[in-house]
């Protein structure tokens, strides 16, 4: 018994672990950061990398332009056209510190219908504050999504800057790319 509650604890230390560093350069199999790719049409692609909120918009957008080129490379194709590009940002506040508590989760309910002057509450009451007095803090969050449809192609890259060398996006960029440790 002893020796599962240890397992569990470990188990839960690396999870958490894993979740305080930006995604790495990885298949989204597990879950839904890393990059993944949908075939179109034989020379034709969707490929999107997410990232989670600590990996900035920068190594998103070069994680997927290294995906193309590498999905380019796997499929026998020299080069890439990109169709379309776009990177959304999913932004949103998170609490800091411990300003939640579930142990007193009807104070608003009882504020709302008593009032901020009930004797209850005292003439001290105020609203930026949770009910210990605590200032609640909160910091932007920011998840980013990038995507592409990109357009394989055979022999010398044409010259138009929507076009890429696949060979030479994955030299170059491969020094930026990190992968899962471990693997």
Known sequence: MPHLKLAAGLAALALLGACATATPYQPAVD??????????????????????????????ETYLLYRAAELTKL??????????????ADSRLVPVGGAYSPFYSHFA??????????????S??????????????????????????????????????AYFDAGQVMFNLGSNIMRPSGG
């Open 31 to 60: 879950s839904d950061r890393g990059y993944s790719e949908q075939q179109i049409e034989s020379n034709r692609f969707l490929v999107q990398f997410s990232g989670n909120s600590l990996t900035d918009r920068k190594t998103v």
């Open 124 to 161: 001290r009451f105020d609203p930026r504050l949770d009910p210990w007095g605590v200032p609640a803090e909160y910091r932007e969050s920011t998840r980013y999504v990038a995507n592409a449809e990109i357009l394989m192609g055979k022999g010398e890259k044409p010259d138009d800057a």
């Open 75 to 88: 499929n026998g194709y020299d080069h890439f056209r990109v169709v379309r590009r776009d990177t959304d």
């Open 109 to 122: 309910l009882d504020y709302y219908y008593y009032g901020p002057r009930h004797p209850y509450y005292g």
